[in-house]
């Protein structure tokens, strides 16, 4: 009989998760697993499926270096739908082999998945210990607590505490560095006529062996869903994550602040970190990452603009939703504050990108090519045409979780729904 059956789900993927605090590397069990439910609950790009899966592979393999007992489920990649394929089916099974005291996991990052997890334990009649994230700055505790008996919770009031609290770039508690909270206003800049110029590329990363068995996986088990991942080449292991940190850090993060929402026809990624898959696969953790900028500024790469709106992105608006998210599920996702009709979906070429408007096709180009837009393109290109045509916003989130890499559901909803479609 197992003690422990350890549940890593495919964005906690962390040696440093609080679900391995006293682990029994001889009597507890990790279990992980690839199944067709999460990959069709919304139709998912194709990117977006090696994105997840390639980085579950991987991880698989560092825990079993480590001297993990690793029970994980590969979806095979000869398209084959077999019966009991779904996440609480698989999820029974290994339960019902391994006979666990009690199943243990990170808090998870979907409230759907939640239920599903607590659903599946109480039938097996097996405990289930939800342990909490400290990856994050802000505990669902702390934000409560900050969040109770307020009439409006104002993101610009969540960052100055958290940035007190946790001291960064302050001076004392009170004063922050550069003497302002937000520069903000600073950080509008076009770029001139004659564009961007020569805008220092990102690191791309070649697919291994294990990368490309998933890529084949992918295209055969999924070819009818949208996209492609022909240009596959984000960080799937926390060292490439490591090294693309270190790139931006170098090399973007400087311009970041003043070209964070500018757009130019053609280009990729401008001054972009491309960070957030990383982050929230938990590859690489928010306090190394602020950590890092931070440092850059102190030692003159970067100024303060550049910094502090970095910062704010991580520290603030990316603790805030997830606080926002877990505060107000599950009722946060039936808000529909502008009555659109229920039966409103995206347009078609959301999906695919066939459209002649320029500003929305370019946008679309980049989502069709890596599962990608900077915060512009998302959520005020394509999320404003979706609110002026009336696609519900709930449409416009289960879209947004289906073809962007970094999309989980704790950081979409309050991002599609909340903000982009009021």
């Known amino acids: 009989m197992t003690r422990y059956l350890v549940l890593v789900l495919g964005d906690q993927l962390s040696l440093r998760s609080s679900a391995f605090d006293g682990i029994d590397k001889s009597s507890d069990v990790v279990w992980m697993a690839e199944n067709d439910e999460e990959a069709t609950h919304v139709w998912c790009h194709q990117f977006r499926l090696v994105a997840f899966f390639a980085p579950m592979r991987h991880f698989c393999k560092e825990l079993e270096r480590s001297g993990f007992q690793v029970d994980y489920h590969a979806l095979p990649a000869d398209g084959r739908k077999a019966r009991g394929s779904g996440f609480a089916s698989i999820l029974r099974a290994a339960i019902r082999k391994h006979k666990p005291k009690r199943v243990v996991v990170l808090q998870p990052g979907d409230h759907r998945v939640q239920q599903t997890l607590v659903s599946t334990c109480e039938e097996a009649g097996v405990p289930l210990e939800i342990r909490e994230d400290r990856d994050f700055y ?46 903000d206003k600073d950080n509008r800049k076009k770029f001139p006529k004659g564009g961007p110029g020569d805008v220092p590329a990102p690191p791309s990363f070649k697919p291994d062996a294990i990368t490309r068995e998933v890529i084949e996986m992918v295209a055969a088990r999924f070819a009818d869903h949208p996209g492609h991942a022909k240009n596959f080449d984000l960080p799937v292991t926390r060292k490439q994550a490591l090294q693309y940190l ?154 947004h979780m289906a073809m962007y890499a970094d999309a989980i559901d704790w950081v979409s909803l309050p991002n599609t729904l909340g903000m982009s479609q009021h």
């Not at 669902?140 to 008996?149: E, I, N, Q, V």
């Open 138 to 183: 802000c505990s669902l505790d702390r934000f409560s607590t900050w969040a109770s008996g307020r009439k409006s919770m104002v993101l610009e009031q969540f960052y100055h505490v958290m940035r007190s609290e946790h001291d960064v770039l302050m001076e004392s508690k009170n004063t922050p560095v550069g003497g302002q909270w937000n520069f």
């Open 246 to 399: 270190e790139d931006f850090v170098k090399h973007r993060l400087a311009m970041f602040g003043d070209y964070q929402d500018a757009m130019w026809a053609g280009s990729q990624f401008l001054y972009h970190s491309r960070l957030s898959h990383a982050l929230n696969l938990h590859l690489l953790s928010p306090r190394e990452t602020v950590d890092a900028a931070v440092q850059a500024y102190f030692d003159g790469i970067a100024p303060i603009g550049a910094v502090e709106g970095f910062v704010r992105q991580i520290l603030g608006w990316r603790e805030y939703v997830r606080g926002i998210y877990w505060h107000q599920m599950p009722e946060y996702a039936e808000r529909n504050s502008l009555a659109c009709a229920p039966d409103q979906d995206v347009p078609s070429f959301f999906w695919d990108g066939k459209t002649e408007m320029a500003c929305v096709g370019d946008s679309m180009r980049l989502v069709i090519d890596s599962a990608y837009a900077h915060h512009i393109q998302r959520l005020m290109v394509l999320g404003l045409y979706a609110q002026l045509s009336g696609v519900h916003p709930y449409a416009f989130h289960r879209w």
